[in-house]
Nanobody
Framework: QVQLQESGGGSVQAGGSLKLSCAASGDTRCMAWFRQAPGKEREVVADMRMDGSSTYTDSVKGRFTISQDNAKNTLYLQMNSLKPEDTAMYYC????????????????WGQGTQVTVSS
């Protein structure tokens, strides 16, 4: 059984930074960050695989960095140069495989942490 617990969300002004954390327990071969803004579908932000490779959605490339501390079994998302359009509930997700990178492809979810970016 996999359990995920996010933390680190908050409110910042545009251009600011936040770092999200996701403490995991259980077998988490693929972990990812998703986000969902009000009225929009949940979308993948970034994912990290066991080999250390990662991918990012185009809108966050160069601004967000996903990383993992294997000793602590914790996934991170460093978010820099935040924009108002980054405002969303951010979710940590995990499963055995990283494909497909869609919400239905992940069986384990955290409760979410809110990120609000003001202009």
């Amino acid at each position: 059984q996999v359990q995920l617990q996010e933390s680190g969300g908050g409110s910042v002004q545009a251009g600011g930074s936040l770092k999200l954390s996701c403490a995991a327990s259980g077998d988490t071969r693929c972990m990812a960050w998703f986000r969902q803004a009000p009225g929009k579908e949940r979308e993948v932000v970034a994912d990290m695989r066991m080999d250390g490779s990662s991918t990012y959605t185009d809108s966050v490339k160069g601004r967000f960095t996903i990383s993992q501390d294997n000793a602590k079994n914790t996934l991170y998302l460093q978010m820099n140069s935040l924009k108002p359009e980054d405002t969303a509930m951010y979710y940590c997700a995990a499963d055995s495989f990283c494909l497909p990178l869609v919400p239905s492809g992940f069986g384990y979810w955290g409760q979410g942490t809110q990120v609000t970016v003001s202009s």
